[in-house]
């Protein structure tokens, strides 16, 4: 049975950071694609970062190029999503995902999901 188990959200101030967890079990992150998503209420789930399975190639949407680092440690079989500057726009539902996406950033393109952790950004 494939698990993504998220981790990590809270509250922080607008220039804080935050670091998401994402333990999988029953699949391997060395031959998986990972990707991280976000959802407000009453807007589509849109892809923040992810990770190409063929050869790790990192993607980023542009409002966080520069503040958001994704990367895997396989022998903890967990992904992580580095969150820096945070900004009260990034408030939302953030979901990892694992497959074997070709457009990385697209939720369409993956089969396992974690259960989404929200992250908001307020003074």
């Known amino acids: 049975q494939v698990q993504l188990v998220e981790s990590g959200g809270g509250l922080v101030q607008p220039g804080e950071s935050l670091r998401l967890s994402c333990k999988a079990s029953?699949?391997?992150?060395?031959?998986?694609?990972i990707g991280w998503f976000r959802q407000v209420p009453g807007r589509a789930r849109e892809g923040v970062a992810c990770?190409?399975?063929?050869?790790?190639?990192?993607l980023y949407r542009d409002s966080v190029k520069g503040r958001f680092t994704v990367s895997r440690d396989i022998g903890e079989n967990t992904a992580y999503l580095q969150m820096n500057v945070l900004r009260p726009e990034d408030t939302a539902v953030y979901y990892c995902?694992?497959?074997?996406?070709?457009?990385?950033?697209?939720?369409?393109?993956?089969?396992?999901w974690g259960q989404g952790a929200q992250v908001s950004v307020s003074s």
């Open positions: 995902a694992a497959g074997f996406p070709t457009l990385c950033l697209l939720p369409s393109e993956y089969d396992f």
């Open positions: 029953g699949l391997s992150l060395r031959t998986y694609g």
């Open positions: 990770a190409h399975p063929s050869d790790g190639t990192t």
